[in-house]
């Protein structure tokens, strides 16, 4: 059997698994993956267990996937097919960037389990389409290097990282454990004022609204770092 390892589906040969191949498709394998990872999430898929889910055997299953991470780069990739790429001349490049984020955030939110993974190769055609999309815009906008790769690495950063801690916090710790916390920071108000007053341990913000206002502060400082001549 083939050695795990992310990545490895996007750059490795696909030619099939062979005319003796049993009838199961690539796609039905992605789909009940990403079924099974919004259900119970990453840390239950298995090789076996999505192999039943199909009702079939994880020999079956080889023929088309060799490795739980080939399974793992293909469910992320189908899920990024949801954020939908803004079209071109339609929106200005902060319009079409506030677009393509935000789809981006609601669909990390729609599969929690997905924001976790994102640290592995991403080379899968629907990830590389929208990050093609991000480049170009923040190029058509006059953002060059060396602030071109720091404009591209704080949006993706800055949605992938939002959208985990929202994750984590809606689907963790149960509410009498977060009273707790803010009961703690608020006993040691005087060593934590200002997380007693405004952390969020204490305070249930908005997380639309405070997601939105860092983006804006991420596209006001691209702007301000644009060429001169745009």
Excluded: C
């Amino acid at each position: 059997m083939e050695k795990s390892r992310a990545g490895n589906v996007w750059l490795r040969s696909s030619g099939g698994a062979g005319r003796d191949a049993p009838p199961l498709s690539r796609d039905r394998i992605v789909e009940e993956a990403v079924a099974l990872l919004d259900e119970e999430g990453a840390g239950r898929l298995t090789m076996r267990r999505l192999a039943e889910r199909l009702g079939t055997g994880s020999t079956t299953l080889y023929w088309h996937v060799k490795t739980k991470d080939d399974v793992l780069d293909l469910a992320l990739d189908a899920i990024f097919a949801e954020v939908e790429i803004p079209r071109d001349g339609e929106r200005d490049w902060r319009a079409g960037i506030t677009a393509l984020i935000g789809g981006w955030r609601a669909t990390l939110l729609e599969h929690p389990w997905s924001a976790a993974l994102l640290g592995r190769p991403m080379l899968g055609p629907n990830v590389l389409a929208r990050s093609e999309f991000l480049y170009a815009t923040l190029l058509g906008a006059g953002v060059v290097e060396p602030h071109l790769t720091a404009a591209a690495y704080g949006l993706s950063n800055y949605v992938i990282g939002s959208a985990l801690m929202q994750a984590t916090w809606l689907t963790g710790e149960e509410p009498a454990v977060r009273q707790a916390a803010g009961e703690h920071l608020r006993a040691n108000r005087e060593r934590y004022p200002a997380l007693a007053a405004h952390g969020p341990l204490v305070v249930d913000g908005d997380w639309d609204t405070g997601f939105a206002l860092g983006l804006t502060w991420l596209l006001d400082g691209i702007q301000a770092s644009r060429a001169p001549s745009t």
